[in-house]
């Protein structure tokens, strides 16, 4: 029989004071962007090459550690908590992803040769100073944002939603296999018409991993350990076929990611000693293969000739050009500073600011199709930026459009990604603060670490809340209607605790 048990995560540090640097730091980003927009972008870029790069790396350190020291004084757990999580991956996307841009050509290059010149083919080389610019600005705003959002969420829950952990154990058991089929089988097939809709029914799979690894490692019986570990595993190993259908990485590592945010919710902290020794198994076995099967996917191949066929290109690389691949795949794929240096280039010189033009277009997303049958398709018409580039082609349809401080810039120039980063940062923290701390602990730290997994692009909060807007109530409505599947027998409610 599986036991009921709290709701309520580990408080590794109770909620404290503010220290001096945790009240500084804000501070001094204020500062930053105000010298930053009053100086201007050509007076900026007049500094050395190298400085730049470096100060860009630092500040984005900078706002990792302060959102840590921040988590911390909160009594949240920093690796949960946007205002620490956000700020880092921010630093990796960004600030180190400026050296990596930088230095990219040096390295030697032996079998894939023509990697050395990928941010030479857009200019993200050539334009990364204006880039770091548009990071300064938007990572002294959202710093701003998710700090004082951070405050008004210290203390722990208020209140939560009756979820009744012990029915929703046994509905997670009967819906998953559905959730599943939809999100890894049945999706890829639907109208477009209704696709977005029906695929929310599965892609709560997402969500539920993060929960289910959280009952694995907060269990104290060995036969529920047990069980959900293997229900865990099943869940992850099946939920790897949008990774395999589309070739994209992070839809094959999305559900071992998920697994993992469980055991940090169930813990307080990452697996380390876990992940000391995958990650030399992640870098030198399991990215340059998905690399290879991803190129595998340019030709009209069933998945298990895909398969085949990338295992003997694998093996034919070699260990030189296992390393390029999985540099190709890491440091290239996530290097999120060539987006604002393409777009600076091209915005205002080229192209006028388009004033809000791709709001609106996202914001159209959220009246239903039957509402406006003629409503254009919103992937459709926000391609158009990144063809206009040169990024993509008038008829491909991709995920590179635009990052949050892309597409502020292109919208309303440098003071716009000041500002909008501030509200960016406001939106991430407060969300939340609502669901952990209003709705459920655990539940709502599931949601939320799914919507951060599944925005790698680091898109912005246009794109974001039109999304989440129909994630969040549908998955919310789904997973309460599962804690009131009956159990057999009366049963009291397991009430959260703080």
């Not at 860009?56 to 990792?64: E, M, N, R």
Request: net charge positive; aromatic share 16%; glycine share 8%.
């Amino acid at each position: 029989m599986m036991q009921a048990s709290s709701w309520a995560l580990p408080s590794p540090w109770p909620a404290r004071r503010v220290g001096l640097f945790g009240a500084a730091v804000p501070w001094f980003c204020a500062v930053v962007a105000l010298l930053l927009l009053f100086t201007g972008r050509s007076n900026f870029e007049a500094l050395p090459r190298p400085a730049i790069i470096w100060m860009t790396f630092g500040f984005t350190v900078l706002i990792a550690v302060h959102g840590y020291v921040t988590a911390r004084a909160s009594g949240m757990i920093p690796w949960i908590a946007p205002v620490f999580v956000v700020a880092l991956f921010f630093a990796v996307r960004y600030g180190l992803a400026a050296v990596f841009i930088d230095n990219w050509h040096e390295y030697p290059w032996q079998v894939f040769t023509n990697m050395r010149r990928t941010f030479f083919r857009f200019g993200s080389w050539q334009y990364l100073p204006s880039g770091c610019y548009l990071i300064l600005l938007f990572g002294a705003g959202m710093n701003i944002g998710l700090t004082l959002a951070a405050a008004a969420g210290s203390g722990g829950p208020r209140s939560a939603w009756r979820f009744d952990e012990s029915r929703l154990k046994r509905g997670v058991m009967l819906y998953a296999p559905v959730a599943l089929f939809i999100h890894a089988f049945a999706h890829f097939d639907l109208p477009l018409t209704i696709k977005f809709a029906v695929s929310l029914l599965g892609e709560v799979i997402n969500p539920v991993i993060a929960i289910c690894s959280y009952w694995l490692f907060s269990s104290r019986s060995r036969q529920e350990r047990l069980i959900w570990g293997a229900f865990v595993v099943l869940l992850c190993l099946v939920s790897m076929r949008v990774g395999l259908h589309t070739g994209q990485l992070v839809g094959s590592l999305l559900p071992w990611m998920l697994a993992g945010f469980g055991y940090v919710l169930a813990r307080g902290a990452p697996p380390w000693k876990l992940l000391l020794p995958a990650v030399p198994v992640l870098f030198l076995l399991v990215l340059p293969y998905l690399s290879i099967y991803k190129q595998a996917g340019k030709r009209a191949i069933d998945t298990e000739t895909r398969i085949r066929e990338s295992l003997v290109r694998y093996e034919r690389v070699g260990t030189a050009g296992r390393m390029e691949l999985t540099l190709e795949r890491t440091a290239a794929r996530f290097a999120g500073a060539y987006m604002p240096a393409v777009y600076a280039r091209y915005y205002p010189d080229a192209f006028p600011y388009e004033y809000g033009k791709s709001f609106l277009f996202e914001l159209s997303s959220l009246i239903p199709r039957p509402l406006w049958p003629d409503k254009p398709y919103l992937s459709w018409e926000l391609n158009h930026y990144p063809v206009r580039l040169g990024l993509a082609s008038k008829d491909f349809i991709t995920t590179i459009l635009f990052d949050a401080i892309s597409e502020y810039y292109l919208n309303f120039g440098p003071t716009g990604v000041f500002v909008l980063a501030i509200l960016h940062g406001l939106y991430l923290q407060l969300l939340y603060n609502w669901l952990v701390l209003y709705v459920n602990p655990v539940i709502g730290s599931a949601l939320v670490i799914t919507m951060f997994l599944t925005n790698e692009d680091f898109y912005g909060i246009g794109l974001m809340m039109t999304a989440q807007s129909k994630e969040i109530p549908v998955w919310l409505a789904l997973l309460y209607l599962l804690s009131r599947v009956p159990l057999g027998r009366k049963r009291h409610a397991v009430q959260p605790t703080a």
